[in-house]
C-alpha cells in the first residue's frame, strides 16, 4: 500500500517517472521493515543496466543524429517523391513512404514526428492538403520509427524479457510494413472523399536520377538489418557498422556533414541515452518490487479467470495496454507492464516473448497517438501549430488501422515470428 502511495503522489506531482519509480523501490523497502534489502538496490540499479545489448541504444541514436545532420532525410524524401508523388494523394503516400525510410535508420517515434513534420506538413499544406490532416499523418507515420528496426523500444524490452535484440529488431520488420500498407489503404479510402491533389510531374530522367542520388543513403538500413538477418553481426554491432555508414555518407557522399559538427552529435546521443539507460536501471528495481512481492503471481490468478485461452489473452492485453498507453507512453509503460504481464503470458500461456513483445510495443506506441497524453501530436502541434483535439478526430481512420494490426497480430503470431525462425 505504501509503495503504491508513493508511486501514485510522486506521478501526480510531476517528478520524472523514472524517479517515481526508484523512490517506489525505497518505499516498498521500508514497508518490508528489513532496511539490509537497501544494501541490494544499487545491485538491482547496476545489474539493469550491464547489459551488452544496451550499447545499441546510443549507437541508434547516434545515427539519428547523424542522418539529419547529413542530408539523408531530405534525399530519402525526394526518393519517395519520385517513385509515388505523381498519385493522387501523392504527397499522402510519400509521408508514409519517407517514414517508413526513416524508420528503419532512425528509431525514436517523437524526434521522427519532430522531423518530418517540420519538412512535409508544410509541403502538403502549399499542395492544398488540411494543415491539420497533414500534422496527423505525419504523427502517425512516425509510429513507424519504434516498430521497424533499428527500435529503441524493442532493445528496451528485450533486456527487460531477457531476449535476443537482434530477434525482436527482426521481429518488427513485417508488422512496419503490413502498417504502413494499411495506412496506405486507409489513404486511397479516404481519397474518394476528399479531393487530394498529384504532385508535380517528373520526367523519367528526373526520377532515376533522384532514385539514384539517394540509393547509398539506404546503405544505412541495408547494413543494419542485413547484418542482423545474416548473421555476420548481433543488433549492437550492427548499430556501430551503421553509425559508421552514416558518417562515411553523410561526409563524403551528400557532403552535408562537418567533422566539428561530431562532438555536439555526441553530447545530444549521449544526454539522451543517459535518460533511457536510467529508466532501464530503475525497471530492474522495479521488477525485483514486483516479483517480491508476488505480483506476478497474484495477476496470473485474476488473468486465469478472465481469459482461458491464448487468445483470449492477447485480446484482453491489448485493451489494457491501449487503455494504459493514453497516460503512460513509451519506455515508461514498458517498465511498468512487462514484468507483471511477460510471466503470465510466456508460463501461463505459453506465447512467445518475442511475438509479445511486437504487440506490447505497438500498443504502447499507439499511446503516443491517444489521448489525453497523444506525444506526437503534441510534438506535430509545436512544429507546426495544428490543434491536437481535431487532430485527432480527422486521423480517426488511421487509429482504426492500427488497432486492426494489432488483433491481426493476436490472431496470426506467425506475422511476429516468422523471419525470426
Known sequence: ??????????????????????????????????????????????????????????????????MNGGGITRR??????????????????????ANMLVSSILGSATAQVAIMAQILVPEMVKKGYDKTFAAGLTAYAGMLGPIIPP???????????????????????????????????????????????????????????????????LLIPIVIVGSILTGLANATEAAAVGALAALLIGRYWTRELSFSQLPQMLLKAGLYSSVILFLVAVAAVFSWVLVYGKIPQAVAVWVQTVAHDPITFMLLVNVILLVIGTVIDGAPGL??????????????????????????????????????VGLCFFVASAVTGAKVGRMFYVTL???FAACALLVLLSLVPWLSTALVK
Open 1 to 66: 500500500m505504501l509503495t503504491t502511495a508513493a508511486f501514485l503522489i510522486t506521478m501526480l506531482v510531476g517528478v520524472p517517472i523514472s524517479l517515481c519509480l526508484a523512490l517506489s523501490g525505497v518505499a516498498f523497502i521500508l514497508a518490508t521493515g528489513n532496511p539490509l534489502l537497501l544494501q541490494t538496490f544499487p545491485t538491482q540499479l547496476f545489474g539493469g543496466v550491464d547489459s551488452y545489448g544496451l550499447i545499441a541504444i546510443p549507437l541508434f541514436v547516434l545515427i539519428g543524429e547523424i
Open 76 to 97: 530519402l524524401i525526394d526518393m519517395a517523391m519520385a517513385v509515388v508523388g505523381r498519385l493522387k494523394g501523392g504527397l499522402a503516400y510519400v509521408n508514409l513512404i
Open 151 to 217: 527500435s529503441i523500444m524493442f532493445v528496451v524490452y528485450s533486456v527487460l524479457a531477457q531476449v535476443s535484440v537482434s530477434d525482436m529488431l527482426i521481429a518488427g520488420i513485417i508488422p512496419g510494413v503490413l502498417l504502413t500498407g494499411l495506412f496506405c489503404v486507409c489513404v486511397y479510402i479516404m481519397g474518394f472523399f476528399y479531393d487530394y491533389p498529384r504532385g508535380e510531374a517528373m520526367t523519367w530522367r528526373q526520377r532515376v536520377d533522384i532514385v539514384l542520388n539517394a540509393i547509398p543513403t
Open 335 to 372: 517498465i511498468m507492464t512487462v514484468p507483471i504481464l511477460l510471466p503470465v503470458a510466456t508460463l501461463v500461456y505459453g506465447i512467445d516473448p518475442v511475438h509479445f513483445g511486437v504487440v506490447v510495443v505497438i500498443n504502447l506506441v499507439l499511446g503516443f497517438l491517444s489521448p489525453p
Open 397 to 399: 481512420p488511421f487509429f
